[in-house]
Structure formats: structure tokens, C-alpha cells
């Protein structure tokens, strides 16, 4: 029994150490960070683009929810809340990935499939190149 007692408090010990942060051991993330892309670009260059494609109608994104994206109608613009709309639609890791690109892209150049169907027939695309512009240069703040 006595061993056995031994054993467990030796075990205790053991892992009552692993609680205790080693000196090697990085810093923890301090997290709060928030990807953070230019509003006055995406106001004056990338809603205008969505507007022009349809995009803020009302039997595609805008003045109700379709999927997960939403946007202010065409006849009621607000800038701030299609800001927030599309950012929600962005994948900072990888931009090209973010399904505001993707989805309006067509699948022979790698899209995914948008029940409003493609927009963007290539890669060379300047709306494309403008959103996605818009994305890649975002930082987390």
C-alpha cells in the first residue's frame, strides 16, 4: 500500500509541474486582434462593384440575408453596414480562399458555386483584382 501511496504522490508531482509555464515556452496569444480592412477603398471602389453586379438587390444579397451575406439594398445604401457585411465574407489566412472572391468567381477559374452565379470568367478580372486587393491589404489590429 505503501508503494502504491508512493507512486500517486510521485505522480502528483509530476503532473503539478506541467501546470507551471517553462521559461521556453512562447508567449501565450493575447488574442483580441481583429482583421481589419481600408472602409474609404470599400466605399468608394468595392460596394460599387458589388452594386454594379447586382449583388444589393433584392432577390440577391441586398435587404435580406442569402446564405451568410447580407446587404444594404440598392435603393437605401449604407456603406457602414455593407462594410461590416463583407468582412464577415473575408479569410485573412488565405485571401483568394475568402468567399467574397470565390463565390462570384466561375468554377473553371476555381470558384465556388454561387446560387447567383459567376461573375468573374477570370483571374485578370479588374473587379476581382479590386476585391481581392481590398482583402490582401488588411491587417490585423
Known sequence: M?????????IGC?????D????????????GQKYVMNYSYFATTVNPILS????DN??????????????SPANDKDPAFDYQQASLQVFPPDPVESPLVMKPLAAECGGDTHGGGAFFFSLDDPD???ILNWIENGEYQ
Open 20 to 31: 507551471r509555464p517553462s521559461p521556453n515556452d512562447p508567449d501565450p496569444p493575447t488574442g
Open 58 to 71: 433584392l432577390n440577391c444579397h441586398g435587404g435580406g440575408i442569402r446564405g451568410t451575406f447580407e446587404l
Open 52 to 55: 454594379a453586379h447586382g449583388c
Open 14 to 18: 509530476i503532473t503539478a509541474g506541467c
Open 128 to 130: 476581382y483584382l479590386a
Open 2 to 10: 505503501r508503494k502504491v501511496a508512493c507512486a500517486l504522490a510521485a
